[in-house]
């Protein structure tokens, strides 16, 4: 059993823990395959697999954050983590999140659980022998409980793990108004405004009028300092949704995790800098599938622990153990 995690003395409050692997971590160095999935409506998902190459070998799908990437520490980390375990793993860019903007003028947000339904019937396609599970950490984490909620009994997945869930996207919007949040805020205003100009410059380069007159049609990208600007003009009305409001209503993974029947952990910290703790779903409302792991500590994606000269992740020794317990036994694992 991985012992109870204790944050490393060095690292006090929220912020730090939340800030400490981004600023201050050396990324590992990994070799991955990169895999494009071409989706339904004509766009794409790149996907980034290491591991082993066994059609029979545990595959874990890891699943970033808001801005993030297969590049983002925490997801290098977990795939290394994995791999050390015998176990094959990919990471998915969400649409426009590789390097490479995306082809349609809709993008990703808390919500796309379509997206990730279009994933797994790919990799339970491509493996169809292989016990397949998912770690979505923040936005990957909500999509990942919206998913799980939605698709009940017939999920395709073994296992799943959520790591740091805004689980009321209407008060996480709000949450990230106030004090030192609000330049976690603004980090994100930057990059999502950069997403959008990104694209438009894609589709007035190859000659998509329609497309860039649908992104300029929004409105203009400047004077958008939170959520609820930005998701009000880009994110609801790109996404077939009336307004902010209704996104943050429909998307919120706390009102689909009744409905999980998926063996299910969730890892929280009661200081994520990112989520109210009244945002934290109250005992009655999880499924019998979940596993509510609360800590006092952690920060948003962080929980290291360890010394200054040594840090550790509690989350890549978490995550991968916890997994493991979940395997069938004729899986072949450690």
Known sequence: MTPPFKPAWWLPGPHLQTLWTSLCRKPPQLQRRRERLWLADGDFLDLDWHGPHDAEAS????????????????????????ATRGWASVALNWRGCSGEPNLLARGYHSGASDDLAETVRHLRAQRPLTPLYVVGYSLGGNVLLKYLGETGGDSQIQGAAAVSVPFRLDQSADRLGLGFSRIYQAHFMNQMVAYVKTKQRLFAHKGMADRLATLENLGPLEGMRTFWDFDGRFTAPLHGFSDAQDYYKRSSSRYFLGRIATPTLIIQAADDPFVFRHSLPEPAELSPHIEFELHTHGGHVGFIDGSLRQPGYYLERRIPQWLAAQTPADAGNP
């Not at 595959?59 to 977990?78: F, K, M, N, Q, R």
């Open 59 to 82: 595959l874990v799908l890891v699943l970033h954050g808001l801005t993030g990437s297969s590049d983002s520490h925490y997801v290098l980390g977990l795939q290394q983590a994995l």
